[in-house]
Nanobody
C-alpha cells in the first residue's frame, strides 16, 4: 500500500498549462502502476491517464490524448501529469491512484486537487 498526495492544481485560463504532481510514500512505488482520474461536478469519475511501473508504457483517454503527458520519477516516488492546451471541460478534481502490477483495481487514492479552467 502507498499513501498518495497530489499538488499543483489551480485556476488557469483556457489554452494554458498546469503540471500536477503526486508524491507517494512506500518502498514499492516502482512496482505500482499509477493513474490519474478526474471528476467534474455532477459527473462520474473518469480515467485520464496511466503509466506502468517502468515508465515506458502509458495510456490516455481520447479526450486528453495529445494534450496531457503522464510521467514518473521512481527515484522521487512521484508521478506527474503535464496538462497543456487546457479547455474549460478539463475542469475537475484530479485524483492520483495506484495499483500493484497485475491487479485490476486501483486500491490507493489521493485526496484530489482542483483544476479550474476559465474560458
Amino acid at each position: 500500500q502507498v499513501q498518495l498526495v497530489e499538488s499543483g492544481g489551480g485556476l488557469v485560463q483556457a489554452g494554458g498549462s498546469l503540471r500536477l504532481s503526486c508524491a507517494a510514500s512506500g518502498r514499492t512505488f516502482s512496482s505500482y502502476e499509477m493513474g490519474w482520474f478526474r471528476q467534474a461536478p455532477g459527473k462520474e469519475r473518469e480515467f485520464v491517464a496511466a503509466i506502468r511501473g517502468s515508465g515506458t508504457i502509458t495510456y490516455y483517454a481520447d479526450s486528453v490524448k495529445g494534450r496531457f503527458t503522464i510521467s514518473r520519477d521512481n527515484a522521487k516516488n512521484t508521478v506527474y501529469l503535464q496538462m497543456n492546451s487546457l479547455k474549460p471541460e478539463d475542469t475537475a478534481v484530479y485524483y492520483c491512484a495506484g495499483r500493484e502490477a497485475g491487479t485490476r483495481t486501483y486500491d490507493d487514492w489521493g485526496q484530489g486537487t482542483q483544476v479550474t479552467v476559465s474560458s
